[in-house]
């Protein structure tokens, strides 16, 4: 999710993630979370993964 045609660097110097010890910018996505997960599929489709799992698979966790 964090490639640049499936989101977007929002451009603030306020919009970073802390996580775990490290910054990352926070992003915008540009689709939902349901069709980059049928794109995910269609691009690996050697991989078996739920729509739930894809989900929480890529979003930074702040503690």
Known sequence: MSR???SRQNPGKKDIL???GE???A????DY???LHRKYIG???DVK??????VE???PRSN
Do not use: G, I, V
């Open 43 to 45: 691009e690996n489709p």
């Open 27 to 30: 992003r915008t996505l540009n």
């Open 4 to 6: 640049d045609d499936n």
């Open 23 to 25: 910054n990352y910018m």
């Open 49 to 54: 993964l739920s729509l739930a799992s894809f």
């Open 33 to 35: 979370l349901k069709t």
């Open 57 to 59: 698979s890529d979003q």
């Open 18 to 20: 802390k996580c775990k």
